[in-house]
């Protein structure tokens, strides 16, 4: 009997499930706190946690992870090198690199050389910045077209320079010089933290005697196979969301849901029609820059279960920032509950989201960024122990400012513990995987200062973090209502409520404690499937084979429009004849591509269907072929499994 193992790196757990692939039964599964900076200890920590039986017999394991998309939020990608080739507009724009070169060259919209591509100075940029740089990605301008220039400039690189070398044309088919040039450079940067992800799998997986075809989730929920996704770590930004999205349809059978997945950091909406996820028509926007990768269309707000709570003037928020919860602080720390027992609290008036009453402060060892003296006044009495604000105040003998805090935690020199919505399920109850002495002792002390008393102040939590997915999902549901009317109605300032057609299925870990609130806010068939909250691992099993190949014909010139057709694909520019050769080449090949694709993520022929779209311009009165016709051939394979 053969199975297949499922493993989710996530922000806050990395989970894991083992699957019997004749049935779809789960067998095992666990959860462990995601490691960081390094991997490994969560990812061995998670799989130590199954029973250990059915590891010799894993035919498949695939995976998601955040990891690139938190890679690009923290801009903590590796350097690279971008060169642009011909026209790419407004430089005001920039591009996530330090090590830019604008060289002669590019093409048309039609595939014709503008410019020659002037070798020389690319050479000795390369030679200049080698030493500075992980990777080198190019764009340029309308490779889409001809690719030509693109594909020299990598065979120059690859001749001085053994790195990676990205060109925007592999990448995408969409118009975009800007987006194009800046998902090739993500691409580039996250190449090397992709790769140390994937050895930290294979080593561990192989040290237990596995020997399987390791797949990954791409953020379209669609698996392709390792050396793909080593080619193309851009395409795994959300691969988490896509993989809860994929194991929200699977656990509750429906092939068409919205799901609702709250994790550590955030809660995202997203939905799925058919079997297919929805995609965002522009390409993924992921910290702040726009690519054109396609991803899963998702809402997402910083809310999660290990989001700050805080008190201000008696009022109560949560988040954005994400804490260590005192719960699980309290495992990881000894002596820590008889600390925040004894804990001086601050002064109310410097209360904000960093200084607040249990709350404290622990050195982290991944800090990147050079350290002011006041700040490196900080961290010299920080130690691996957490400290309080007060006990900062007196070792520095100096008064610490938010405005301080907040610039070592963005430059990840500390971590915060706090009071969170995880500790808030502890106390009511909800949720004890953790301490829930550390929990209630935090609650009580920040009811003091919200003037309420313990269970009164989590009750109001609970329910507004129900009320924040509610407002998350109806945003989502409907992206042209005003989003305080949204919640206006919500909070029952009208005499209307919100009604969901599509059944609503929620993921992740503490997401059962909150099914009766969310259905007192909104109008939905909410399902709650059983292994919820390991969805995401199992999503990571259940993707399918989707690929999306694009071929424009058009003819080569409009005063001869019955022959000699050109083809633009991802193949580059291609000559025919008629517009039959042209047609036909563009349907078979793609169908070729996406043949040798499915075979690399272990789907055979006989599980594949087809979906062609075309799109013709024929104007009035044309008696000839089509002036332009737009070809999407999109291959669907079942789960590999």
Known sequence: MKYSLG????????????????????????????????????????????????????????????????????????????????????????????????????????????QELDVKPIESFV??????????????????????????????????VDMPVVCGHELSQDIGAYERAVTATLNARLIPVIKQFIETIIKDIRRRGISA???????????????????????????????????????????????????????DISSISKGVPEL???????????????????????????????????ELFIGPRRLIPLCVAAEMYPGFISKLKNASNPQRDLF???????RFFVKNGSGKHELTDSERKILDVLGSEPMSYRELTSLTRSHISSNMLDLLISKRFIRVIGFTPTDVLHVLGDYEQWNVE?????????ARFAFSSKFEICETLKEKFALNMAYDLICFALPNIEKESIMETLTGNYPATFKMKSPVVLIGGPVASYVKSLGKIVDADIILPDHASVGNAIGALYGKGIKR????????????????????????????????????????????????????????????????????????????PPMETQLTIMGIGTSPL
């Open 213 to 267: 075809r390791l797949l990954m989730l791409k953020c379209d929920g669609s698996v392709t196979g390792i050396e793909d996704a080593l080619k193309k770590p851009i395409e795994t930004v959300f691969s988490g969301p896509a993989a809860s999205l994929i194991g929200a349809s699977h656990l509750s059978g429906r092939h068409t849901c919205v799901t609702i997945d709250v994790g550590g950091t955030s809660t």
């Open 127 to 160: 030679k200049d910045v080698k030493d500075k740089v992980s990777a080198f990605a190019i764009s340029s301008h309308f490779s889409i077209r001809n690719p030509d220039h693109e594909i020299k400039t990598r065979e120059l690189i690859q001749s001085i």
């Open 438 to 446: 550390a929990a209630s002792i935090g609650a009580d002390i920040l």
């Open 280 to 314: 965002s028509e522009s390409g993924g926007i992921v910290g702040g820059w726009k690519t054109r990768v396609r991803a899963i269309h998702m809402e997402t707000s910083a809310m999660g279960g290990d989001s700050g709570i805080w008190t201000r003037k008696g």
């Open 549 to 624: 190949l694009e071929y424009l014909i058009r003819p080569a010139s409009l005063s001869e429009p019955d022959q000699d057709f050109l083809v633009f694909s991802q193949n580059g520019r291609k000559s025919f004849q008629t517009y039959t050769q042209a047609y036909d080449y563009s349907i078979d090949n793609g169908k070729n591509v996406l043949f040798e694709y499915m075979k690399s993520c272990g789907i055979k022929k006989d599980q594949i269907s087809f979906n062609i779209k075309e799109k013709k311009v024929i104007p009035e009165g044309w008696k000839h």
């Open 7 to 114: 493993i989710d790196a996530g922000g806050t757990y990395t989970d894991v499930v083992i699957i019997e692939n004749n049935s779809g039964k789960v067998v095992s599964s666990n959860k462990a706190l995601t490691t960081y900076p390094d991997l490994l200890e969560g990812i061995e920590n998670s799989i130590d946690g199954l029973d250990f039986q059915y590891l010799e017999d894993i035919a498949v394991v695939s995976v998601s992870t955040t990891l690139a998309t938190n890679t690009v939020l923290e801009n903590t990608g590796y350097p690279v090198a971008l060169i642009l080739i011909g026209e790419h507009g407004s430089e005001s724009e920039g591009f996530p690199s330090q090590h830019i070169f604008h060289a002669k060259g590019g093409h048309d919209h039609e595939g014709l050389e503008m």
């Open 352 to 358: 904000d989201e960093n200084i607040q009453p249990a």
